[in-house]
């Protein structure tokens, strides 16, 4: 306490040791009041689900797999106003259940994945088009965290009337990689194919071959091999939008099915 005989000012030797005081009860106050306040609502974020009736179809093109537990599936959401949406989902029980990734972090409207590479769980890559009002651009997004976060590294190809697709997209090391782009050439109409190359995860990219014939024997993007006789596939969807995702430990020769995946399971990504 602070004494108070007459003089107004009274003896303020303790004032530093009273202000701490005062600090500290007000901090506590504070964290209670705060803690209270989140009692109040759950201890963590509620995010809406977004409503499936948003989309007319979901299209998933391309799967990758680093283990039998480990699966990532991407494509696309067609809007029924007329827009496209990615979509990437994982797994990590081997298709038992799956979650999206980086819907809330990455601004996926206006973004199509056709591949995916990931060396492990954390560190993946999706490649894809993002749609502008001048046309599809090339683009891969990079994660390193297991997709919660992705950031985008345009390509610009600038010899393109239209950019087309993005294939072969594979990372040998975290840090080197490469990727094909498919372009309709504008002087001829020829579907042509350049190759770009990275050697620092995907910030930067550099045109490796130039112009070549887009081929159309190319590794198929919704298969992936984690060993020499275990992996996953993909299917196309059927006339009511489902695609199932398939499991083999014969080298391909016999396939299992192991989940379904469609529009209707959308509520059970988030």
Wanted: with cysteine; proline share 3%; glycine share 10%.
């Amino acid at each position: 306490m602070i004494p108070f005989s007459g003089d107004p000012q009274g003896d303020l030797s303790d004032m530093p040791t009273l202000i701490r005081r005062i600090s500290q009860v007000t901090a506590l106050l504070a964290t209670f009041w705060l803690v209270a306040g989140c009692q109040g609502t759950g201890d963590r974020l509620e995010v809406p689900t977004p409503s499936a009736d948003r989309f007319a179809g979901m299209t998933l093109s391309c799967l990758y797999a680093t283990s039998i537990n480990h699966i990532v599936a991407g494509g696309w959401l067609d809007g029924k106003d007329g827009s496209v949406e990615a979509i990437i989902v994982r797994s990590w029980n081997g298709g038992k259940t799956w979650k999206r990734i980086g819907s809330e972090t990455w601004d996926q409207r206006d973004f199509i994945v056709q591949n995916l590479h990931f060396n492990d769980r954390i560190r993946g890559w999706a490649s894809g088009l993002r749609i502008l009002e001048t046309g599809p651009v090339a683009t891969v997004a990079r994660t390193e965290d297991g997709g919660g976060h992705w950031r985008e590294s345009v390509i610009p190809e600038s010899r393109a009337s239209f950019v087309s697709n993005t294939r072969e997209l594979v990372f040998v090391t975290d840090s080197v990689g490469a990727v094909e782009i498919v372009f309709e050439d504008h002087d001829t109409g020829e579907f042509l194919a350049n190759v770009y190359t990275t050697s620092d995860g995907g910030r930067n990219w550099i045109i490796d071959s130039f112009k070549e014939q887009a081929e159309d024997d190319i590794t198929d993007p919704a298969i992936s091999f984690f060993s020499e006789s275990q992996g996953y596939r993909l299917s196309s969807p059927n006339e009511d939008g489902v695609q199932t995702v398939e499991y083999t430990v014969t080298k391909g020769e016999t396939w299992v099915v192991v989940a379904s995946l469609h529009l209707q399971r959308f509520s059970e990504f988030y």
